[in-house]
C-alpha cells in the first residue's frame, strides 16, 4: 500500500516535471528580407531544423541586407531545444584585437577623434558571426554547413535586386565610400548606386562564403580569407593580425530567465544589457497593477522604468567576462523595489538627478532580427549586426565583406556617447579581447497563451521595442498589432522620450510634458521588428513582419 502510494507519488512528480514538449506540427520564420525568409524554409523542406533554417537565414540576410549584418560582423542567436526543453545562448559578438587600448580612439589630448570608431578598419571588432554560423551547423543542425550556405552563396553569384533600404544607406555611406575603393566598386560601380530592381552581384562575397562552405573554421579564420583580412584591413590603417583570427571563439552562455506575471521571459544575457535590463524593467513595473492606471500614468511609469533600467546599464554593464556584472542584483525584485520608490506618479524623475547630464550626438543604424520555429517546437531568435548602415564601409578586397563598426559599441570615453547615444563607465571600456556592450535582445515569451519569439534592430530602442512588445503580447495583443504599434523610448540620457508620430495623443502629451517630461518626436519610424508566435488555444502558427520595413507591398 505505501509502496503504491510512493509509486503514485514519483509517476506524478515525473510526470509534473518532464511533460511532453508540445508540437506546433508547422513552421514559421520571419525575417527582413523575402529571399532569406525563402532560404530557411527550403532548408526545413530539405529535412532540416529550425537550427539549419537559422543558418540559412542569417548567411542570406548578409548578401541581401550587407548593410545590416554579414560575415564581417556579429551575431546573437537564441535557441530552444525543443526535445530538451533546454535554451542556448550562442554569443557571437565581435572582440576588440589584441592591440586595441582604451584610448585609441583619443587624440592626444583624451579627446574623441571623429569618426575614428565609427569610420574604416580602425572601427572594426574581430567578426564572430561566420564563427557562429559554423558552431550552429555543426552542433545543432541535421544537414551539412554547405547545404545550409548554399542559397546565400548563389544569391551573391547571381545579384540581389537592390531595393531601397540598400539605397538609402548607400546615400548616407557615399562620402566615406570613396575612401576604399573596394566597397565603392561593389556598390557603387559607376560612381553611383545601383537603381532599384537591378541586380547587384557579389562575387568576391561568393568566393568567401564558398571557402567557409568547404573548409568551416579553416576556412574563414585561418587562409586565404584571413590573410585578405588582416593585409587589407593593416594597409588601410586597421590593427588586426592573423592571430586575432585564429583566437576567434563562440561562446555559449546561459541565456537569461525570468518571470513577469506569469509568463517566463528568456533573453539575451552579458554582453548583451538586454535581458538585464528588460527584467530590471519588468521587475520595477510588477510593483503596479498597469490595468488600474490611464494610459498616459500607464506609459509614464514604463519611462521612468526605462530610465532607471537605462542609467544602471550606463554603470554597470559591460563584458561578464572582463568585469564583474551584478546581474543578480541588477535582476532581483528587491532592488527594483529600491527603485520604484524613487518613481513619482504625478512627476518625472530628472535624469540628473540620477547622475551627471551627459550632452548627446547623432545617430545612424542598422542590424537585422529573425524568428524561427520548426514543427517540432525548436526556435531560434536572431539578431546579427555589423553596427550601423554599412558599418565602417570599409572592404577587404578581395573579400566582399563589409567590416563591422562594433568598436563604436564600447564606451570609447567614459561618459561620451556612442552612435546610439549611450554612455558608459570603465565596465564597458576597450580592452584586448574583449567584447562591446550590446543591446541586441532575442527573445523568447512562454505563458500560458503561448510562445513569441521576438527581436528588432534599433541600437539602444532594442531594449524598449522588446518591452513594449512583451507588455503588449502579455496583454494578449495579436502579433499584427504587436510589431505595428508605435514606439516610445528614454534611455536615462538624453534625457527625453523619443517616440514616433502616434505613440502619444496630444492629450497625453500635453500631460506627459506637465509632468515634467522633455518630448522628442523622431523624424522617422524605427526599429524592423520580426516575430513569430505560436497560439497553444487555436494552434495557430503566425509569423509577421513589420510594416515599416515593407515597401510597395513587399516586405523588405
Ligand atoms: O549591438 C548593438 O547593440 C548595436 N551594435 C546594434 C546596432 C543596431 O541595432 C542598429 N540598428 N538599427
Known amino acids: 500500500m505505501g509502496l503504491h502510494i510512493f509509486v503514485a507519488i514519483v509517476a506524478t512528480l515525473c510526470f509534473t516535471s518532464v511533460p511532453a514538449a508540445p508540437k506546433p506540427g508547422q513552421a514559421a520564420i520571419a525575417s527582413a528580407h523575402p529571399m532569406a525568409t525563402q532560404a530557411g524554409y527550403d532548408v526545413l523542406a ?256 514604463i519611462v521612468e522604468a526605462m530610465r532607471h533600467a537605462f542609467r544602471d546599464r550606463a554603470e554597470y554593464l559591460g563584458d561578464s567576462d572582463f568585469v564583474d556584472v551584478p546581474v543578480k542584483l541588477l535582476m532581483s525584485p528587491a532592488y527594483a523595489a529600491g527603485q520604484r520608490s524613487a518613481i513619482r506618479m504625478d512627476h518625472a524623475m530628472p535624469s540628473a538627478a540620477l547622475a551627471d547630464v551627459v550632452p548627446p550626438s547623432g545617430a545612424g543604424a542598422n542590424t537585422t532580427h529573425f524568428s524561427v520555429l520548426d514543427r517540432d517546437g525548436n526556435r531560434v531568435a536572431g539578431t546579427m549586426t555589423i553596427n550601423t548602415w554599412y558599418g565602417s564601409a570599409f572592404m577587404a578586397p578581395g573579400t566582399g565583406l563589409i567590416l563591422n563598426n562594433e568598436m563604436d559599441d564600447f564606451a570609447i570615453k567614459p561618459k561620451v556617447p556612442n552612435s546610439f547615444e549611450l554612455i558608459g563607465s570603465d565596465a564597458n571600456a576597450i580592452a584586448p579581447h574583449k567584447r562591446p556592450l550590446s543591446s541586441m535582445s532575442p527573445t523568447f515569451l512562454e505563458g500560458r497563451r503561448g510562445i513569441a519569439i521576438v527581436g528588432t534592430p534599433g541600437g539602444s530602442r532594442i531594449i524598449s521595442m522588446v518591452l513594449l512588445a512583451a507588455l503588449a503580447w502579455m496583454d494578449g495583443a495579436p502579433a499584427d498589432d504587436i510589431v505595428a504599434m508605435k514606439r516610445f523610448h528614454h534611455q536615462y540620457l538624453p534625457d527625453v522620450i523619443s517616440f514616433e508620430a502616434g505613440a502619444f495623443s496630444d492629450s497625453e502629451k500635453a500631460v506627459l510634458e506637465s509632468r515634467g517630461h522633455a518630448l522628442s518626436e523622431s523624424s522617422r519610424p524605427y526599429g524592423n521588428m520580426n516575430i513569430v508566435t505560436w497560439d497553444f488555444a487555436s494552434g495557430e502558427v503566425e509569423a509577421v513582419t513589420d510594416p515599416r520595413a515593407r515597401v510597395d507591398g513587399r516586405v523588405y
Do not use: C
Open 46 to 301: 530539405a529535412g532540416g531544423n529550425a537550427f539549419d533554417a537559422a543558418v540559412a537565414v542569417s548567411a542570406t540576410l548578409g548578401v541581401v541586407e550587407p548593410y545590416a549584418s554579414g560575415l564581417g560582423g556579429g551575431a546573437f542567436w537564441l535557441l530552444h531545444l525543443a526535445e530538451e526543453q533546454k535554451d542556448v545562448f550562442v554569443d557571437a559578438r565581435e572582440v576588440a584585437p589584441a592591440a586595441a587600448t582604451p584610448d585609441m580612439y583619443l587624440d592626444a589630448d583624451g579627446d574623441p577623434v571623429k569618426g575614428a570608431s565609427f569610420n574604416g578598419p580602425l572601427a572594426a571588432g574581430i567578426p564572430g558571426q561566420a564563427a557562429g554560423l559554423v558552431h550552429l551547423a555543426e552542433k545543432y543542425g541535421r544537414l551539412p554547413l554547405a547545404t545550409n550556405l548554399a542559397a546565400a552563396i548563389g544569391i551573391a553569384q547571381q545579384g540581389v535586386p537592390m531595393h531601397r533600404r540598400m539605397l538609402l544607406g548607400l546615400r548616407f555611406r557615399r562620402t566615406t565610400a570613396d575612401r576604399w575603393p573596394a566597397f565603392g566598386s561593389v556598390y557603387y560601380p559607376s560612381g553611383e548606386p545601383r537603381a532599384i530592381g537591378e541586380l547587384m552581384p557579389q562575387p568576391d562575397l561568393a568566393a568567401t562564403l564558398q571557402r567557409l562552405a568547404d573548409k568551416g573554421m579553416d576556412g574563414f579564420y585561418r587562409g586565404r580569407t584571413a590573410q585578405l583580412l588582416v593585409d587589407g584591413s593593416r594597409a588601410a590603417g586597421g590593427i588586426w593580425t592573423l592571430e586575432d583570427l585564429a583566437r576567434y571563439r563562440v561562446i555559449e552562455r546561459e541565456p537569461l530567465g525570468f518571470f513577469y506575471r506569469g509568463v517566463r521571459i528568456v533573453s539575451a544575457p552579458p554582453p548583451s544589457s538586454g535581458g538585464i535590463a528588460i527584467a530590471n524593467m519588468l521587475n520595477i513595473l510588477d510593483g503596479y497593477d498597469l490595468t488600474r492606471f490611464d494610459e498616459v500614468t500607464r506609459k509614464h511609469l
